[in-house]
């Protein structure tokens, strides 16, 4: 039976009180017994940015890069290329940088073209143009998580599953490119933290190891996973709660040279 | 936890000016099905975008939350819990949002650190029990567990979705 949301919550606004239970104050996380959700959010590089930017402006400018995109057959680069590109996004948001928004607008259309989803996105992606042109950042960022989980649902439904994670991981990479170049270039203890993802650089690493081989074609997937054990390694704090300046360094090397091998042909 | 009933009007405002026409479980009793983790993705579409219109208070002012577009949606049985990963980051607030269609469903939302140990926030009932929130802080970076359960008041599996957004 179907019946109004409305009617049915104004009954139940007079006779229902929740009843608040306390949860417990501490779960074992090696119970065989939990269960835990198959499927993960991958942090948006606005939502590092944002707690970076707490500890006083950073010039997120300098991290504006306008690379030439050159597409070939290889779906999966297509797709971590689109990850890759929508997380520049992101970047030249959090730089106010409208002439890049724009260009990055364009070429996620292009993009999404490319992996067949372009009806999907292209209403988003003049959002994103319009919006950069008028300087209305919200609306920006919006719009590219928009864009991105849009690609992402599309993807999905077109049993497009293999590409899903690799968009993820794109967007990652770029975030995670950016955020270690900012560090290196202005290193503090208490932002070196933010690089603390050992446990989401493993699930990032399970989940492109698990992707069939021919997902996986190509010279830069043979890079991937070397690189991700390497990051795993290096994203960790150690025990005063920091990831040390030559660390921070390292890691902005390696994500530099996997992004720099993604966008070569 | 704190409790926070103070936005219940505004809710249910918004609530009913949805005008959805969700399947309401609690309504209309059918043989329980075997529970699996997938449900039919418009149910999940309807309950995420139930709970984006009870985050709207949350999103605007002056020092506005901002809403991924990413979510979370499976099926719980009553009296069950499930666990949800997520990486946050120190220094932002986030605030988390779980529902289920059965308006009769007690629901309890709360977050882990990553060695198990409950985390302070604020949970916010709402004045149907299958809607509630948790607005919290990252004390350092790394990975946390959301635990979402479903209390007895239910009497059948739910399909449920969480949203969240940080600042």
């Not at chain 2, 149907?128 to 009497?155: F, H, W």
Request: net charge neutral.
């Amino acid at each position: 039976m179907k019946s109004s949301l409305f009617s049915v919550l104004l009954v139940g606004a007079a006779v229902s009180v929740g009843i608040a239970q306390e949860p417990p104050k501490r779960i074992d996380l090696n119970d065989p017994n939990l269960v835990v959700v198959d499927s993960s959010v991958i942090p948006i590089p606005l939502e590092i940015f944002s707690s970076l930017d707490k500890l006083g402006t950073q010039d997120w400018s300098k991290q504006v890069e306008s690379r030439e995109i050159k597409l070939d057959a290889n779906r999966s680069r297509t797709a971590m290329l689109f990850g890759l590109v929508v997380s520049d996004g992101f970047i030249a948001v959090q730089a106010q940088d409208k002439e890049a928004v724009r260009r990055i607008g364009r070429e996620v259309l292009r993009l999404s073209s490319s992996l067949g989803v372009a009806s999907s996105v292209e209403q988003h992606a003049n959002a994103i143009v319009n919006a950069a042109g008028q300087g209305d950042w919200p609306v920006c960022r919006k719009e590219l998580d928009r864009t991105r989980q849009t690609v992402l649902n599309k993807m999905a439904e077109l049993r497009d599953d293999e590409l899903v994670g690799l968009v993820s991981l794109g967007g990652w990479l770029g975030g995670t490119q950016a955020l270690a170049s900012v560090l290196k270039q202005n290193y503090s203890v208490e932002g070196s933290d933010l690089l603390n993802q050992p446990e989401l650089v493993k699930q990032l690493k399970d989940d492109f190891n698990t992707l069939p081989a021919r997902a996986k074609r190509g010279k830069v997937f043979g890079q991937i996973s070397q690189t991700l054990d390497h990051l795993q390694s290096l994203m960790k704090t150690d025990a005063s709660g920091a990831i040390s300046k030559g660390k921070v360094i390292e890691i902005s090397l390696s994500t530099a040279n996997l992004v720099e091998a993604i966008y070569e042909i | 936890m704190r409790f926070d009933r103070s936005i219940v009007p505004l809710v249910l405002l918004i609530l009913g000016l949805c005008g959805g026409s969700l399947p309401l479980w609690g309504q209309d009793p059918a043989p329980a099905e075997p529970s699996t983790e997938v449900e039919p993705p418009p149910v999940h579409e309807e309950l995420k975008r139930i709970a984006e219109q009870v985050a709207l208070p949350e999103l605007s002012g002056d020092h506005p939350f901002i809403l991924r577009e990413s979510n979370w949606s499976g099926q719980v049985e009553p009296g069950k819990a499930r666990l949800i990963q997520v990486q946050l980051f120190k220094r932002n607030e986030y605030s988390f949002w779980f529902v289920v269609p059965d308006r009769k469903a007690g629901l309890n939302l709360s977050l882990y650190n990553g060695k198990g140990e409950l985390v302070e926030g604020t949970n916010r009932k709402y004045e149907t029990p299958n809607i509630v929130s948790l607005m919290t802080s990252a004390g350092e970076t790394g990975i946390y567990y959301l635990r979402i359960s479903m209390q007895t008041t239910a009497e059948r599996p739910q399909p449920w979705t969480v949203i969240y957004a940080y600042r």
